[in-house]
């Protein structure tokens, strides 16, 4: 079966695959002379239909064959964001969540104005939820923050 996108759906996949795309830049910037990098297209199906995106692969100079990283989206839409990415190595994987700052995630009381659901959002992009028990989030902006991210997952 065929899905057919209106155009704002069309519209919020192209805003997705646009964040990702910066996001895979920065890995780009930050990492291109520890890895190598490659870049595999495949399809993805979430609740925008099924679409054509990019998985990100490291690897290490040693190993041509697998990947020490991957990262790959995992969806246009999210529970409490407005898409998430995956970062993959061989011993454990982290989600990153895009927060807009025009729709951060909140919860109200009857007695109480709404909170933000998870703290330190600043900036529009791409937050690690690094504890699960935990509701700071960790803005993904530069190489230190990406190189803090990916030593939890290696």
Not at 6 to 21: D, I, P
Not at 33 to 58: C, M, P, W
Not at 103 to 108: C, L
Request: aromatic residues 12%; hydrophobic residues 40%; charged residues 15%.
């Amino acid at each position: 079966m065929a899905t057919i996108f209106s155009n704002e759906t069309e519209q919020l996949r192209q805003e997705y695959q646009a964040r990702v795309t910066q996001f895979y830049q920065l890995v780009a910037q930050c990492l291109a002379d520890r890895y190598a990098i490659r870049y595999q297209l495949e399809q993805y199906q979430d609740v925008l239909g099924q679409y054509e995106g990019s998985k990100l692969q490291l690897f290490d100079s040693a190993s041509t064959e697998t990947p020490a990283l991957e990262l790959f989206p995992l969806g246009a839409s999210s529970l409490f964001g407005e898409g998430m990415l995956a970062v993959s190595s061989t011993m454990w994987e982290e989600s990153l969540v895009y927060f807009s700052l025009d729709n951060i995630p909140t919860v109200a009381y009857e007695t109480a104005k709404p909170v933000a659901l998870f703290q330190g959002i600043q900036h529009s992009g791409w937050y690690w939820l690094a504890h699960q028990t935990d509701t700071q989030a960790v803005f993904i902006h530069d190489c230190a923050s990406l190189q803090r991210l990916l030593t939890a997952v290696t």
